[in-house]
Protein backbone atom coordinates (compact mmCIF):
# COMPACT_ATOMS: atom_id res chain seq x y z
CA UNK A 1 0.00 0.00 0.00
CA UNK A 2 1.14 3.93 -0.71
CA UNK A 3 2.86 5.43 2.29
CA UNK A 4 0.15 8.05 2.05
CA UNK A 5 -2.77 5.80 1.79
CA UNK A 6 -1.75 4.25 5.68
CA UNK A 7 -4.09 5.76 8.24
CA UNK A 8 -6.55 6.61 5.70
CA UNK A 9 -9.76 5.70 6.77
CA UNK A 10 -11.76 3.48 4.16
CA UNK A 11 -14.99 5.92 3.84
CA UNK A 12 -12.44 8.53 2.85
CA UNK A 13 -10.13 6.36 0.75
CA UNK A 14 -13.69 5.81 -1.62
CA UNK A 15 -15.14 8.81 -1.37
CA UNK A 16 -15.42 10.25 -4.26
CA UNK A 17 -16.34 13.89 -3.21
CA UNK A 18 -14.07 16.58 -1.25
CA UNK A 19 -15.02 19.45 0.66
CA UNK A 20 -13.03 21.97 -0.38
CA UNK A 21 -14.03 25.41 1.77
CA UNK A 22 -17.42 24.16 2.09
CA UNK A 23 -17.73 23.38 -1.55
CA UNK A 24 -18.21 19.40 -2.48
CA UNK A 25 -15.83 18.89 -5.27
CA UNK A 26 -16.50 15.74 -7.34
CA UNK A 27 -13.25 13.79 -7.73
CA UNK A 28 -13.03 12.78 -12.00
CA UNK A 29 -10.48 9.63 -12.42
CA UNK A 30 -8.51 9.19 -15.54
CA UNK A 31 -6.46 6.16 -16.35
CA UNK A 32 -3.64 7.03 -19.03
CA UNK A 33 -1.49 4.11 -19.89
CA UNK A 34 2.00 6.45 -20.84
CA UNK A 35 1.10 7.78 -17.16
CA UNK A 36 4.12 7.37 -14.77
CA UNK A 37 2.71 8.75 -11.78
CA UNK A 38 -0.44 9.91 -10.10
CA UNK A 39 -1.16 13.69 -11.35
CA UNK A 40 -3.28 15.78 -9.36
CA UNK A 41 -4.79 19.13 -10.23
CA UNK A 42 -7.59 21.17 -10.07
CA UNK A 43 -10.39 22.10 -13.13
CA UNK A 44 -10.33 25.81 -14.40
CA UNK A 45 -13.36 26.80 -13.18
CA UNK A 46 -12.85 24.74 -9.90
CA UNK A 47 -15.74 22.47 -10.64
CA UNK A 48 -13.85 19.14 -10.54
CA UNK A 49 -10.62 17.45 -8.93
CA UNK A 50 -8.92 15.60 -11.75
CA UNK A 51 -7.00 13.23 -11.40
CA UNK A 52 -4.85 11.32 -13.91
CA UNK A 53 -3.35 7.65 -13.27
CA UNK A 54 -1.23 4.97 -14.18
CA UNK A 55 -2.72 1.50 -15.48
CA UNK A 56 -1.54 -0.05 -12.63
CA UNK A 57 -2.49 2.62 -9.53
CA UNK A 58 -5.92 1.67 -7.58
CA UNK A 59 -9.14 3.93 -7.92
CA UNK A 60 -8.95 4.08 -4.06
CA UNK A 61 -5.49 5.63 -3.99
CA UNK A 62 -5.93 8.07 -5.91
CA UNK A 63 -8.94 9.27 -3.96
CA UNK A 64 -7.03 8.64 -1.39
CA UNK A 65 -4.37 10.78 -2.56
CA UNK A 66 -6.54 13.34 -3.37
CA UNK A 67 -7.82 13.65 0.26
CA UNK A 68 -4.28 13.22 1.69
CA UNK A 69 -4.15 16.56 -0.07
CA UNK A 70 -7.11 18.41 0.92
CA UNK A 71 -5.60 21.78 2.33
CA UNK A 72 -3.63 22.39 -0.99
CA UNK A 73 -6.68 22.07 -3.28
CA UNK A 74 -8.57 24.17 -0.39
CA UNK A 75 -5.97 26.86 -0.83
CA UNK A 76 -6.02 26.58 -4.40
CA UNK A 77 -9.66 26.55 -5.04
CA UNK A 78 -9.83 29.96 -2.34
CA UNK A 79 -7.77 31.34 -4.96
CA UNK A 80 -9.99 31.14 -7.99
CA UNK A 81 -12.15 34.08 -9.25
CA UNK A 82 -15.29 34.65 -8.41
CA UNK A 83 -17.89 33.94 -10.88
CA UNK A 84 -18.87 37.38 -11.87
CA UNK A 85 -21.88 37.58 -14.78
CA UNK A 86 -21.14 40.35 -17.37
CA UNK A 87 -23.39 43.29 -16.41
CA UNK A 88 -24.38 47.01 -17.72
CA UNK A 89 -21.16 49.59 -17.04
CA UNK A 90 -19.10 46.56 -16.04
CA UNK A 91 -16.28 44.69 -17.64
CA UNK A 92 -15.47 42.13 -20.34
CA UNK A 93 -12.32 41.02 -21.38
CA UNK A 94 -10.98 41.15 -25.38
CA UNK A 95 -7.84 40.23 -26.58
CA UNK A 96 -6.00 41.18 -23.26
CA UNK A 97 -7.95 44.38 -23.14
CA UNK A 98 -10.57 45.31 -20.33
CA UNK A 99 -13.29 46.55 -22.16
CA UNK A 100 -16.45 49.11 -20.26
CA UNK A 101 -19.41 47.11 -21.24
CA UNK A 102 -21.81 49.80 -22.69
CA UNK A 103 -25.45 48.79 -22.87
CA UNK A 104 -27.87 50.71 -24.67
CA UNK A 105 -31.35 49.00 -25.02
CA UNK A 106 -31.68 50.93 -28.40
CA UNK A 107 -28.71 50.10 -30.45
CA UNK A 108 -27.81 46.99 -32.18
CA UNK A 109 -27.80 43.59 -30.19
CA UNK A 110 -24.14 43.06 -32.31
CA UNK A 111 -22.02 44.12 -29.95
CA UNK A 112 -19.74 47.13 -30.97
CA UNK A 113 -16.05 47.92 -30.46
CA UNK A 114 -16.18 51.82 -29.83
CA UNK A 115 -13.27 54.25 -29.12
CA UNK A 116 -11.90 54.77 -25.85
CA UNK A 117 -12.45 51.40 -24.48
CA UNK A 118 -15.55 50.61 -24.52
CA UNK A 119 -17.89 47.82 -26.02
CA UNK A 120 -21.74 48.94 -27.09
CA UNK A 121 -24.20 46.33 -26.84
CA UNK A 122 -28.16 46.72 -27.57
CA UNK A 123 -31.34 44.80 -26.85
CA UNK A 124 -32.99 43.49 -23.67
CA UNK A 125 -30.74 43.19 -20.75
CA UNK A 126 -32.28 39.50 -20.57
CA UNK A 127 -30.05 37.54 -22.64
CA UNK A 128 -27.09 40.11 -22.39
CA UNK A 129 -24.56 37.40 -21.36
CA UNK A 130 -25.76 35.08 -24.04
CA UNK A 131 -25.51 37.56 -26.54
CA UNK A 132 -21.85 38.36 -25.72
CA UNK A 133 -20.87 34.88 -25.31
CA UNK A 134 -21.80 34.72 -28.97
CA UNK A 135 -19.96 37.81 -30.25
CA UNK A 136 -16.93 36.31 -28.07
CA UNK A 137 -16.93 33.36 -30.00
CA UNK A 138 -17.62 34.36 -33.23
CA UNK A 139 -14.49 36.91 -32.93
CA UNK A 140 -12.02 33.71 -31.46
CA UNK A 141 -13.05 31.73 -34.41
CA UNK A 142 -12.21 34.38 -36.89
CA UNK A 143 -8.63 34.86 -34.85
CA UNK A 144 -7.85 31.73 -34.59
CA UNK A 145 -8.40 31.07 -38.04
CA UNK A 146 -6.59 33.73 -39.46
CA UNK A 147 -3.57 32.33 -36.53
CA UNK A 148 -3.87 28.68 -38.41
CA UNK A 149 -3.32 30.34 -41.93
CA UNK A 150 -0.21 32.27 -40.63
CA UNK A 151 1.78 28.75 -39.03
CA UNK A 152 0.46 26.38 -41.70
CA UNK A 153 1.86 28.57 -44.09
CA UNK A 154 5.01 29.02 -42.16
CA UNK A 155 5.16 25.00 -41.56
CA UNK A 156 4.29 24.93 -45.51
CA UNK A 157 1.30 23.19 -44.58
CA UNK A 158 -2.10 23.58 -46.60
CA UNK A 159 -4.99 25.20 -44.15
CA UNK A 160 -6.82 22.73 -41.70
CA UNK A 161 -10.18 23.20 -40.41
CA UNK A 162 -10.26 25.05 -37.13
CA UNK A 163 -13.27 25.00 -34.67
CA UNK A 164 -13.95 26.24 -31.16
CA UNK A 165 -13.92 24.09 -27.82
CA UNK A 166 -15.56 24.90 -24.61
CA UNK A 167 -13.30 22.38 -22.91
CA UNK A 168 -12.29 23.10 -19.07
CA UNK A 169 -9.29 20.95 -19.66
CA UNK A 170 -7.13 21.59 -22.28
CA UNK A 171 -6.54 25.52 -24.31
CA UNK A 172 -6.46 23.17 -28.05
CA UNK A 173 -6.36 20.19 -29.03
CA UNK A 174 -5.40 18.29 -32.34
CA UNK A 175 -6.93 14.89 -32.80
CA UNK A 176 -6.16 13.79 -36.69
CA UNK A 177 -4.34 15.93 -38.34
CA UNK A 178 -6.74 17.31 -40.23
CA UNK A 179 -8.66 19.62 -37.52
CA UNK A 180 -7.56 21.59 -34.60
CA UNK A 181 -9.53 22.76 -31.95
CA UNK A 182 -9.14 25.99 -30.13
CA UNK A 183 -10.57 27.00 -26.52
CA UNK A 184 -12.95 30.36 -27.18
CA UNK A 185 -12.02 31.73 -23.85
CA UNK A 186 -8.21 32.32 -25.68
CA UNK A 187 -9.64 35.27 -27.18
CA UNK A 188 -10.10 37.57 -23.69
CA UNK A 189 -6.09 36.70 -23.59
CA UNK A 190 -3.54 38.39 -25.09
CA UNK A 191 -3.01 37.68 -28.46
CA UNK A 192 0.39 36.35 -28.41
CA UNK A 193 -0.84 33.73 -25.80
CA UNK A 194 -3.58 32.81 -28.19
CA UNK A 195 -1.32 32.64 -31.45
CA UNK A 196 0.75 31.07 -29.02
CA UNK A 197 -1.73 27.81 -28.36
CA UNK A 198 -2.64 27.50 -32.00
CA UNK A 199 0.51 27.55 -33.17
CA UNK A 200 1.35 24.70 -31.07
CA UNK A 201 -1.66 22.85 -32.41
CA UNK A 202 -0.03 23.47 -35.96
CA UNK A 203 3.06 21.50 -35.00
CA UNK A 204 1.16 18.79 -34.52
CA UNK A 205 -0.11 18.69 -37.47
CA UNK A 206 3.82 17.64 -38.70
CA UNK A 207 4.71 15.86 -34.95
CA UNK A 208 2.14 14.19 -33.34
CA UNK A 209 3.90 13.91 -29.79
CA UNK A 210 6.26 16.15 -27.98
CA UNK A 211 9.33 15.15 -29.14
CA UNK A 212 12.65 17.71 -30.12
CA UNK A 213 11.26 18.04 -33.43
CA UNK A 214 7.93 19.24 -32.36
CA UNK A 215 9.33 22.13 -30.13
CA UNK A 216 11.83 22.74 -33.10
CA UNK A 217 9.15 23.10 -35.61
CA UNK A 218 7.41 25.45 -32.87
CA UNK A 219 10.25 27.21 -32.12
CA UNK A 220 10.56 27.94 -35.75
CA UNK A 221 6.85 28.77 -36.76
CA UNK A 222 5.87 30.95 -33.45
CA UNK A 223 7.44 34.68 -33.12
CA UNK A 224 6.88 34.80 -29.73
CA UNK A 225 8.24 33.38 -26.39
CA UNK A 226 6.83 30.14 -26.03
CA UNK A 227 7.71 29.86 -22.44
CA UNK A 228 6.30 33.11 -21.53
CA UNK A 229 2.40 32.56 -23.04
CA UNK A 230 2.91 29.72 -21.11
CA UNK A 231 3.54 31.40 -18.43
CA UNK A 232 0.57 33.49 -18.93
CA UNK A 233 -1.97 30.34 -18.89
CA UNK A 234 -0.52 29.33 -15.85
CA UNK A 235 -0.77 32.34 -14.01
CA UNK A 236 -4.05 33.70 -15.37
CA UNK A 237 -5.74 31.18 -17.55
CA UNK A 238 -8.24 30.27 -14.42
CA UNK A 239 -9.30 33.53 -14.46
CA UNK A 240 -10.75 33.29 -18.32
CA UNK A 241 -13.45 31.35 -17.03
CA UNK A 242 -14.52 34.03 -14.75
CA UNK A 243 -17.10 36.19 -16.77
CA UNK A 244 -19.00 33.67 -18.85
CA UNK A 245 -20.49 30.20 -17.59
Excluded at 84 to 97: C, F, K, L, S, T
Excluded at 100 to 115: M, T
Aim: one cysteine or more; glycine letters at 8%.
Amino acid sequence: MIDWLRGASVHRALDPEIDLGGARVPIVLKRMKTARRLTLRLAPDGSEVRITLPAWAEGREAIAFAHARAGWLAEQHAKLPKRAAPEPGGEVRYRGQTLRLAWDPRAARRPVLESGGALRIGGPQAGLETRLRRWLEAEALRLAEADMRDYCAAAGLAPVAIGLTRAQRRWGSCSDRQRIRINWRLVQAPDFVRRSVVAHEVAHLVHFDHSPAFHALLAEIFEGEIRAADRWLKDHGRSLYASFG
